[in-house]
């Protein structure tokens, strides 16, 4: 599951400028929606490239093709309506303005806004989902019961956003039921609210693979080799780096130059990742060969406890460099199994050990290094389940 942060930065929150304000903290943060009233979309799509959903408040306006003003990426009704209480519910809902507006073919509108009162309005945006994108709840007297209920009744067919002020409540509502809210919808001005919030939604997004050690069986010089530079666009922590193997089931940990050496500087933005035939991990669990990495890509960056990140590529560099081949032997349930990688002959590149940060000119066998072994086999990076012989 994707999370995603929506900001909300209608006429409730105050006047243009405040608007605008609260929109460029988002933009800067790294939002992904931003909720405006509809006459604000225009000025909305000036300010930043950012999903923009649009309060539609009248349930008959008809969309004019010839006008000028941008269309928003997706519409919410319930403001002003059923939704926010303006307007009484009816008894059994076949009379809702909302719903029926939801209910049309011509993408009049695309998700529905509740604010829930009680087990009525819950109920509401139960039935609101079913035909719903997106469904926003907003929790009065923010409890959690309201949203536990939706979360294990609505489906997958709709994307179920609460409402948060804060960070922490972000969190609460990722974290809900396990399965958590598909994202959050944040009413807060405060541009330090707003980059934890995003910040929570990347950490509830992370992968976490359990990783363990491998016994070095084999560590020997096999000459030249195209060997791979991995330059990310961010930079990386002292424990972190890429997963990188000649065999897809079992991927190395090889640390980003983070330290210092008095060979050359720090470079915490590269990993030296091998040669170009090695699978690196990307996000998702897919993998990708070295030598098809280029700027723009992503690739996903791992610590030594096995959390995740996705980051950017900005450059790939690609040169001849004396190699080692690392063998090392992992025990699975079916008896052990061996795993190998190249990596370069220096002593800048540094794997991890039992002892910690070891640069691979140290490496011995018997030492134990950390690894992701996943058996499994891999078609075009993808898993599959069939039987490929790797060697």
């Given at each position: 599951m994707t999370r995603s942060v929506w900001l909300k930065a209608d006429g409730d929150v105050g006047d243009w400028e405040s608007r605008k304000e609260r929109i460029t903290a988002g933009l800067e943060a790294g939002v992904d929606w931003v909720l405006v009233d509809e006459a604000d979309v225009a000025q909305v799509r000036e300010l930043g490239d950012v999903n923009v959903a649009a309060f539609r408040t009248d349930a008959n306006l008809v969309e004019d093709a010839e006008s000028e003003q941008p269309a928003a990426d997706a519409y919410i009704v319930g403001k002003n309506g059923e939704g926010d209480g303006t307007v009484d519910l009816p008894p059994d809902f076949s009379g809702s303005a909302d719903l029926s507006t939801l209910r049309r073919d011509d993408e009049r509108a695309n998700g529905a806004y509740v604010r829930i009162f009680d087990e009525d309005y819950e109920e509401f945006a139960e039935t609101a989902a079913e035909d719903a994108d997106y469904t926003i709840v907003v929790g009065e007297d923010w409890t959690i019961i309201p949203l536990e209920n939706l979360i294990a009744r609505i489906g997958e067919e709709t994307d179920l956003i609460a409402g948060v002020t804060t960070a922490e409540e972000a969190q609460t509502?990722?974290?809900?039921?396990?399965?958590?809210?598909?994202?959050?919808?944040?009413?807060?001005?405060?541009?330090?609210?707003?980059?934890?919030?995003?910040?929570?939604?990347?950490?509830?997004?992370?992968?976490?693979?359990?990783?363990?050690?491998?016994?070095?069986?084999?560590?020997?010089?096999?000459?030249?080799?195209?060997?791979?530079?991995?330059?990310?666009?961010?930079?990386?922590?002292?424990?972190?780096?890429?997963?990188?193997?000649?065999?897809?089931?079992?991927?190395?940990?090889?640390?980003?130059?983070?330290?210092?050496?008095?060979?050359?500087?720090?470079?915490?933005?590269?990993?030296?990742?091998?040669?170009?035939?090695?699978?690196?991990?990307?996000?998702?669990?897919?993998?990708?060969?070295?030598?098809?990495?280029?700027?723009?890509?992503?690739?996903?960056?791992?610590?030594?406890?096995?959390?995740?990140?996705?980051?950017?590529?900005?450059?790939?560099?690609?040169?001849?460099?004396?190699?080692?081949?690392?063998?090392?032997?992992?025990?699975?349930?079916?008896?052990?199994?061996?795993?190998?990688?190249?990596?370069?002959?220096?002593?800048?590149?540094?794997?991890?050990?039992?002892?910690?940060?070891?640069?691979?000119?140290?490496?011995?066998?018997?030492?134990?290094?950390?690894?992701?072994?996943?058996?499994?086999?891999?078609?075009?990076?993808?898993?599959?389940?069939?039987?490929?012989?790797?060697?």
């Open positions: 509502a990722f974290e809900t039921l396990e399965l958590g809210a598909d994202g959050v919808l944040l009413d807060s001005g405060n541009p330090d609210e707003i980059r934890k919030t995003c910040e929570v939604r990347d950490a509830a997004d992370r992968e976490h693979l359990d990783l363990q050690f491998a016994e070095v069986t084999k560590v020997e010089r096999t000459g030249m080799a195209d060997r791979v530079c991995v330059d990310t666009g961010s930079l990386m922590e002292h424990d972190e780096g890429m997963l990188v193997g000649s065999m897809s089931r079992g991927l190395f940990f090889v640390h980003a130059e983070t330290a210092e050496s008095p060979y050359v500087a720090s470079r915490p933005f590269r990993v030296n990742a091998g040669a170009v035939h090695a699978y690196a991990r990307s996000p998702g669990g897919g993998t990708t060969y070295l030598a098809e990495l280029q700027s723009g890509d992503e690739v996903q960056v791992v610590d030594t406890d096995g959390t995740t990140r996705e980051t950017v590529v900005g450059r790939v560099k690609i040169e001849k460099r004396p190699m080692f081949r690392i063998q090392a032997e992992v025990e699975t349930e079916e008896g052990v199994d061996r795993i190998e990688t190249l990596l370069q002959n220096a002593e800048t590149i540094k794997v991890h050990t039992q002892e910690g940060r070891t640069a691979v000119t140290d490496l011995e066998a018997g030492d134990e290094i950390l690894v992701y072994y996943e058996d499994v086999a891999r078609h075009f990076g993808e898993a599959v389940e069939e039987s490929i012989i790797e060697k």
